[in-house]
């Protein structure tokens, strides 16, 4: 596993658990306003397996649950053998992922390695490529989102409201796509470093725009929230 961060505690990753956030290094969708730029560029500083699990036998009984997040966690060959450590401690685990790697969910599905699945939804199909600056085939974002549907595991859905380049329509749109999902949450873009420096100072959307997107997506869902800072 190629590490490039640990928070060592967070009340709000894991819903309704404490836990540790571990990120994975690379990524291959270029999400211009993506602000893990030295995860996604693989200039983070890594950090050893031997240094996560140290942390997390330090932290029995204080920690429920290890999220983990990238970068794409899905692009690393050894995460589940990562996970089956993790799990061995007691530890639930949460993976957050783009969806674009479909057998790997799967297989983490199918050995019940992962307790909570949170999948990133980009953009409508349409647009993906354009949205991701990749060349995604969206076929694989269709069948992540069916697979973690049918999955019994707990999950969300999620796409981030990015003023100029992810709107309401687009939002609609991800609700139909996802139409019957038990989450569905809307993330209010925020000023940060991003990868493309056009992106770092754009001024967030307003929160009633965004509550008027929550209210479009609802009749597709079963819930719909908003998430910002």
Same mark, same amino acid.
């Given at each position: 596993?190629q590490?490039?961060?640990?928070q060592?505690?967070s009340l709000?990753?894991?819903?309704g @658990?404490v836990?540790c ?8 969708f270029?999400?211009?306003w993506?602000y893990?730029?030295?995860?996604v560029f693989?200039?983070?500083?890594p950090?050893t397996?031997?240094?996560i699990f140290d942390f997390?036998?330090?932290r029995k ?10 970068g794409e ?5 050894d995460?589940?053998d990562?996970?089956?450590r993790?799990?061995s401690m007691g530890?639930?685990?949460?993976l957050d992922?783009n969806?674009?790697?479909p057998d790997?969910?799967?297989?983490l599905?199918?050995e019940?390695?992962? $307790?909570?699945i949170?999948m990133?939804? @980009?953009?409508?199909?349409k ?7 990749s060349d995604?085939?969206?076929?694989k974002?269709k ?6 549907m049918r999955?019994?595991i707990?999950?969300e859905?999620?796409t981030?409201v990015v003023?100029g ?11 139909k796509l996802?139409k ?10 925020f000023?940060?470093e991003t990868? $493309?420096?056009a992106y770092s100072?754009?001024?967030p959307p307003?929160r009633?725009d965004?509550?008027e997107?929550c209210?479009a997506? @609802?009749?597709?869902?079963?819930e ?6």
């Amino acid at each position: 596993m190629q590490i490039g961060g640990l928070q060592k505690t967070s009340l709000i990753d894991y819903p309704g @658990k404490v836990s540790c956030i571990v990120w994975t290094i690379g990524c291959n969708f270029r999400c211009p306003w993506c602000y893990n730029k030295s995860l996604v560029f693989g200039t983070a500083e890594p950090i050893t397996e031997r240094e996560i699990f140290d942390f997390l036998e330090k932290r029995k009984n204080l920690l429920d649950g290890v999220a983990i997040t990238g970068g794409e966690p899905t692009m690393q060959p050894d995460l589940p053998d990562f996970i089956r450590r993790v799990k061995s401690m007691g530890y639930l685990v949460k993976l957050d992922t783009n969806g674009s790697n479909p057998d790997v969910i799967e297989k983490l599905i199918h050995e019940r390695l992962v $307790d909570y699945i949170a999948m990133d939804v @980009k953009a409508p199909l349409k647009r993906y490529q354009e949205v991701t600056k990749s060349d995604i085939e969206t076929n694989k974002i269709k069948q992540s989102i069916s697979l973690i549907m049918r999955s019994g595991i707990d999950y969300e859905f999620r796409t981030t409201v990015v003023p100029g380049l992810v709107g309401k329509d687009d939002v609609v749109a991800i609700a139909k796509l996802i139409k019957g999902a038990k989450r569905y949450y809307l993330q209010r873009y925020f000023k940060a470093e991003t990868l $493309d420096d056009a992106y770092s100072n754009l001024k967030p959307p307003k929160r009633k725009d965004v509550q008027e997107m929550c209210e479009a997506a @609802k009749p597709y869902v079963k819930e719909c929230g908003i998430r910002g800072i």
